[in-house]
């Protein structure tokens, strides 16, 4: 008498018959895929034994219901993404979410390099400047008002130009008698030096340091000789043609301060009320 071979979970007789064996278990095919074979997330059938199962996401489907949510396209062995449980094919994704180029209006594919500015975006190489059309990239730029532009365009175009050298003043500078100059350029007629940020003033339309200007063009003090500017809140005596720095307006005689008092001329001297009685006796 034979052995019985029966399936594992029908007990049906397996002679003659496909069977498939699990944990050393036989079992005929239908058993089987009741069993152990996963339901399509899609069409909510069982993938059978026999047929090619996809996996996504704790999510089983045969082959031919892996498909695009949008167009229909299969997406077996095609690269995908999804959006909100839905499966979508590269080419709905990007069409769907994915930003457009201002410049050209095509999709910016994703992982291409592209740029993003003002809210808008560009593929890299359709972001160009408006004077040169040459690809920006990662260098700067300056937006004026929809267009863009590199910085050597944009100095070239709309930049002033100092009155001195005559090139363009990308930042900073220095505004003398409505004309803008560079710092650098704006110095002194006469000794060269740096004048931003400095006390100057002008003889001629020419701007001066104060050392250079006392030098030039001011009066003398009639006791030390050195310029009488005027300026950084000094004071000074003028009498007929002459001129002191208070400090040096003495007597010629006893050095006494003549400032606010009454003196008396001598000649070149200058004299007080008491130095003055003592020279008449």
């Known amino acids: 008498m034979t052995d019985s071979f029966d399936c594992d979970s029908c007990k049906e007789s397996l002679y003659g018959r496909k069977y498939i064996q699990s944990d050393d278990r036989p079992y005929c095919i239908p058993c089987y895929d009741n069993l152990f074979s996963n339901t399509c997330d899609e069409c909510k059938e069982l993938i059978g034994h026999d047929a090619r199962e996809l996996f996504y996401e704790d999510r089983h489907y045969h082959e031919h219901c892996f498909r695009c949510f949008r167009c229909d396209h299969s997406l077996a062995d095609e690269p995908f993404t999804s959006q909100d449980d839905e499966l979508l094919c590269n080419d709905c994704y990007c069409n769907e979410f994915s930003s457009k180029c201002v410049a050209c209006d095509k999709v910016v594919m994703p992982g291409t390099r592209k740029l993003e500015y003002g809210g808008s975006t560009w593929h890299e190489g359709c ?10 990239g990662s260098k700067s730029f300056i937006p004026d008002k929809d267009e863009h532009y590199c910085v050597s365009c944009y100095e070239d175009k709309f930049a002033p130009r100092c009155t001195h050298c005559k090139k363009a003043l990308a930042k900073g500078g220095v505004t003398y008698r409505d004309e803008p100059w560079h710092k650098e350029c704006f110095v002194c007629t006469s000794c060269k030096t740096q004048l931003a940020g400095k006390h100057f003033t002008s003889r001629d339309e020419s701007p ?37 720095h208070q400090p040096c307006f003495t007597c010629s005689q006893c ?21 003055n009685s003592n020279s008449n006796l």
Do not use: H, M
């Open 127 to 136: 972001f160009i400047c408006n004077s040169c059309n040459q690809p920006i």
């Open 208 to 244: 001066y340091c104060i050392k250079c200007f006392g030098s030039l063009y001011s009066k003398k003090c009639e006791a030390c000789s050195k310029p009488i500017t005027g300026f950084g809140g000094g004071k000074y005596i003028s009498f007929e043609d002459r001129q002191w």
């Open 255 to 275: 050095s006494a301060s003549l400032v606010g008092a009454g003196f008396f001329p001598d000649g070149d001297k200058i004299l007080c009320r008491e130095c």
